[in-house]
């Protein structure tokens, strides 16, 4: 239990002085705030982490909730004894969902801010309050835990991971985020840190859909979608002991394939029926130039036919999947939201 004022950074809370209990009013609003902030920690077999995580997480924050994904260790009964609200999934159904559960549940306790972080140790407790202050304040909606601000940090990230994060920061559309305290505005540097604090507008806005790693980044875009401001503040992660179930590979493909289905349900027209298109038409040609061929000297050009009939075959495939999704996305276009 954490006393009222301990870590409490002072200056977020400004104005009105009205004192109850020795404290102002905004300094009761502020403790009350941090009573109802939430600390979620998605964990996929990390019995060897979960109990130190969830007490120092209480150190800063009381209420921790684990959602356990289908674990098959120890995790979910080391993180009820170490003393988290746990939340099982019957089986393991990847870290999207793990962070949909969490969402959904801060929702339903009407938490006032919710902060994630992962459950193997990699991201220091004791910057929780650091991030929390930037939305329990109101100023932002999201606060990240950037590895990529400050240079010590970045190189405590192993190069190939650099490399991945960089490439999926790109390709991710994400609106502009304020890069540090008193930073520019810019685009997100660490689209793929899992150390967030989200205000209770962004919980009560964003639904996470994507099931697995790509989830990251699918929040960052639902969030330029609904205009959530985002700040990012310097964090440190560590790379020590087993941090991570996936290779960087797969990791990367994985949250790539997450951004391509992105943009293919909102623009499966343009995504399908644009190449498709311009296959079918190349087919098209080459199937026209081989017909010249055979009508000059008699002989098929076994090649050219095979390579143009695939190309126009494919290329009205791809239409007709763009099509219908399209019809099947404006359907149910609800559910793409
Ligand atoms: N990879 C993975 N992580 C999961 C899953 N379910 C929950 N998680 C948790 O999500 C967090 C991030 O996963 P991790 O493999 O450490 O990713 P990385 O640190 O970004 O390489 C950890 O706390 C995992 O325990 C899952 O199905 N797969
Ligand atoms: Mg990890």
Do not use: C
């Amino acid at each position: 239990m954490r006393s009222p004022g301990g870590n409490v950074s002072p200056g977020t809370w400004t104005g009105d002085d009205l004192a109850v209990n020795g404290l102002s009013a905004l300094e009761r609003k502020r403790v009350d705030n941090l009573e109802e902030a939430m600390v979620g920690v998605p964990a996929y077999n990390e019995e060897d982490t979960i109990a130190s995580v969830v007490m120092k997480v209480q150190d800063h924050v009381d209420n921790v909730v684990v959602v356990d994904d289908g674990s098959n260790d120890d995790t979910a009964r080391l993180a009820e004894k170490a003393g988290a609200h746990v939340i099982e999934h019957e089986r393991n159904m990847g870290k999207g969902e793990a962070m949909k559960t969490l969402f959904q549940y801060a929702r339903q306790k009407d938490a006032s801010a919710l902060v994630t972080l992962d459950g193997d140790g990699q991201h220091p407790e004791h910057e929780i309050t650091n991030l929390l202050d930037n939305v329990l304040s109101e100023e932002h909606d999201i606060a990240i835990g950037s590895r990529f601000l400050e240079e010590d940090h970045k190189n405590q990230v192993p190069a190939y991971r650099r490399l991945g994060n960089w490439m999926l920061s790109v390709v991710t559309p994400t609106g502009k985020a304020k890069n540090g305290e008193n930073g520019e505005r810019g685009s997100v540097k660490d689209t793929q840190s899992g150390f967030r604090a989200y205000s209770s507008e962004a919980i009560r806005k964003i639904t996470p859909n994507e099931k697995s790693l790509g989830v990251d980044s699918e929040i960052l875009i639902q969030a330029r979608k609904y205009n959530l401001d985002i700040v990012e503040m310097p964090a440190t992660v560590s790379y020590d002991g087993k941090t991570s179930h996936e290779g960087p590979i797969r990791h990367t493909l994985s949250v790539m394939g997450s951004i391509v289905r992105y943009i293919e349900t909102r623009h499966s027209l343009l995504t399908f029926g644009l190449p498709g298109l311009i296959a079918f038409f190349l087919g098209l040609i080459i199937g026209v130039r081989a017909l010249t061929w055979w009508n000059r000297t008699g002989v098929w050009p076994v090649g050219h036919v095979l390579i143009g009939g695939l190309l126009v075959i494919g290329g009205m495939a791809m239409g007709i999947t763009g099509l219908i999704l399209h019809a099947i996305i404006n359907a149910h276009r609800r559910d793409y939201r």
